[in-house]
T-cell receptor, first 114, second 109 residues
Framework: KAGVTQTPRYLIKTRGQQVTLSCSPISGHRSVSWYQQTPGQGLQFLFEYFSETQRNKGNFPGRFSGRQFSNSRSEMNVSTLELGDSALYLC?????????????FGPGTRLLVL | KNEVEQSPQNLTAQEGEFITINCSYSVGISALHWLQQHPGGGIVSLFMLSSGKKKHGRLIATINIQEKHSSLHITASHPRDSAVYICAAGSNTGNQFYFGTGTSLTVIP
């Protein structure tokens, strides 16, 4: 089975632009979660989707949004980029929307905002 | 206030040493996960615990629900164990996680 894939792997943007990141979960997994990882804050939960519905959201501003499609693929969007948005963005998929399921992480998208 | 506290932040060990990483949490959880992150960013799930103890090869994870504490042990450490180990508390209100700051482990041959 193919693992979780994320595209693009690397991205450079300038302040004020917007960006869309994509995550394809493992086949059969319907829960997709997004995380931001920075050297200062570590890993932080962004949001979780299951069956095209956002079920949980972390403490991030409204500039961060996402969606999930009927094939379970998910996208996250960040509008009006700020320098502090530079980070590694990871997605993870699991069979069910519960923290008692093993999470399978993608390789991440490294975003640099200049 | 951090929901998950992890210690130590950095750890250097000689090959063959027994290693312990500790994790304390203050939130209600359904499960406690231990993750491993190698340079380059890839994260692998090592354990998912809701009670007791689990063992995979040289790795052992334990959890004490009453004390809200978990430990990850590595027996006979090896240079290939060098990585960042992250404790993640899985919320009991949904598929949401609170993360420790990670322990950077370096095992010297």
């Amino acid at each position: 089975k193919a693992g979780v894939t994320q595209t693009p792997r690397y991205l450079i943007k300038t302040r004020g632009q917007q960006v869309t990141l994509s995550c394809s979960p493992i086949s059969g997994h319907r829960s997709v979660s997004w995380y931001q990882q920075t050297p200062g804050q570590g890993l932080q939960f962004l949001f979780e989707y299951f069956s095209e519905t956002q079920r949980n959201k972390g403490n991030f501003p409204g500039r961060f949004s996402g969606r999930q499609f009927s094939n379970s693929r998910s996208e996250m969007n960040v509008s009006t980029l700020e320098l502090g948005d530079s980070a590694l963005y990871l997605c993870a998929s699991s069979l069910a929307p519960t923290s008692e399921e093993t999470q399978y992480f993608g390789p991440g998208t490294r975003l640099l905002v200049l | 206030k951090n929901e998950v506290e992890q210690s130590p932040q950095n750890l250097t060990a000689q090959e063959g040493e027994f290693i312990t990483i500790n994790c304390s949490y203050s939130v209600g959880i359904s499960a406690l996960h231990w993750l491993q992150q190698h340079p380059g960013g890839g994260i692998v799930s090592l354990f998912m615990l809701s009670s007791g103890k689990k063992k995979h090869g040289r790795l052992i994870a334990t959890i004490n629900i009453q004390e809200k504490h978990s430990s990850l042990h590595i027996t006979a450490s090896h240079p290939r164990d060098s990585a960042v180990y992250i404790c993640a508390a899985g919320s009991n209100t949904g598929n949401q996680f609170y993360f420790g700051t990670g322990t950077s482990l370096t095992v010297i041959p």
